[in-house]
C-alpha cells in the first residue's frame, strides 16, 4: 500500500453515473414487467374449468414444418393447462381468477380423483387435437416431451443476463473503491468468492424467475411437474461458465484500469 496519508477511495475515471445504480435498476425493472406482460398476452383464450378444447384454426399438421410443430407444442400446452383445471376442480378445490391467474383455495380434497379426472381429460383432448389436425395420438405423445426444449426464451434469459451484468458491474465497483492497485492479493481472494457467490445466486433467482414465468405464461399457480426444470440444467451450467467468467474479466478490468492510474 502506498505510504502518506490516507488512502483515496475513487469512482472509475470518465464514470459520473458509478455511484447512481438507479438507471440500471429501473431498466431491471422495466424489463421484467415487459416480459411478464409478453407472457400474459401470449396465452391462449378461451381456458375453461370444464375439459371443454378451445377454438383452434382447423389445421392439417405437417410434421416437417417446425412453424406446425410449434403450433401442435402450443396445443399440448394448452390441454394440459386445460387437464390441470379441470382436476383441480374435481379435486374439490375452489378455484379463483384474479388479474388472468387461477389459484387454488380451500374446499374438500380428493386428490387421486384430481389426479385421475386430469390424465382422462389430457387424454380426451388429445384425441380431439389429433382429429382437428390430423396426426396421430402416438405422434403427439411422441411430441410431448419436447415442450420442455425451451430454446432461447427471452422473457427468461434477458432479466436473469441484466441481472448478472448488475450484479457484476456492482462488484467490480466495490473492487474499485475498497482496494489499492497494490493489493491484488485482496482483490484475487475476493473476486475468487465473488465468482461462486454471484453466479449461484443468479442461477437461483434464475429458477425462481422460470416458475413465476411459467405461472404467468400457464395463467395458474398450480405449476405442478410443467415448469420442467430439467430442461434448463444446460442453460444453468452455461450461465454458471459465463458469470464466473464475467466476475475474473471484470475484476481484472479493474486492476488494470487502476494499475495505470497508480503508474501516473
Known amino acids: 500500500m502506498k505510504a ?7 469512482s ?113 383432448l388429445f384425441r380431439t387435437i389429433a382429429s382437428t389436425h390430423g396426426v396421430a395420438v402416438s405422434e403427439i405423445e411422441r411430441l410431448r416431451p419436447r415442450l420442455a426444449d425451451r430454446g432461447f426464451d427471452l422473457p427468461l434469459t434477458l432479466p436473469v443476463a441484466l441481472l448478472l451484468m448488475f450484479a457484476v ?15 491484488w492479493a485482496a482483490c484475487v481472494v475476493a473476486t475468487l468468492f465473488a465468482s461462486i457467490i454471484i453466479p449461484v445466486v443468479v442461477v437461483s433467482i434464475g429458477g425462481a424467475w422460470t416458475v413465476v414465468l411459467e405461472i404467468v405464461r400457464l395463467g395458474n399457480e398450480h405449476v405442478g411437474d410443467r415448469a420442467r426444470l430439467e430442461g434448463l440444467r444446460l442453460h444453468v451450467i452455461v450461465l454458471l461458465a459465463i458469470g464466473t467468467a464475467a466476475v475474473w474479466i471484470g475484476s481484472g478490468i479493474v486492476a488494470i484500469r487502476r494499475r495505470r492510474l497508480f503508474l501516473l
Open 169 to 183: 458491474g456492482r462488484f467490480m465497483r466495490w473492487i474499485w473503491n475498497r482496494f489499492d492497485a497494490d493489493e
Open 4 to 10: 502518506g496519508g490516507p488512502r483515496m477511495r475513487r
Open 12 to 124: 472509475p475515471a470518465g464514470d459520473d453515473r458509478v455511484n447512481r445504480p438507479w438507471p440500471h435498476q429501473r431498466r431491471l425493472l422495466a424489463i421484467v414487467v415487459a416480459s411478464l406482460c409478453l407472457c400474459a398476452c401470449s396465452r391462449r383464450a378461451g381456458l375453461n374449468f370444464e375439459c371443454t378444447w378451445v377454438p383452434d384454426a382447423a389445421l392439417r399438421i405437417d410434421m416437417r414444418n417446425e412453424s406446425h410443430v410449434q403450433h401442435l407444442l402450443e396445443d399440448i400446452r394448452v390441454a394440459e393447462e386445460l387437464g390441470m383445471r379441470y382436476g383441480d376442480r374435481m379435486a374439490g378445490y375452489r378455484l379463483i381468477e384474479t388479474f388472468g391467474i387461477v389459484t387454488r383455495h380451500g374446499g374438500v380434497r380428493d386428490r387421486d380423483l384430481g389426479r385421475r379426472s386430469r390424465r382422462d381429460c389430457v387424454a380426451t
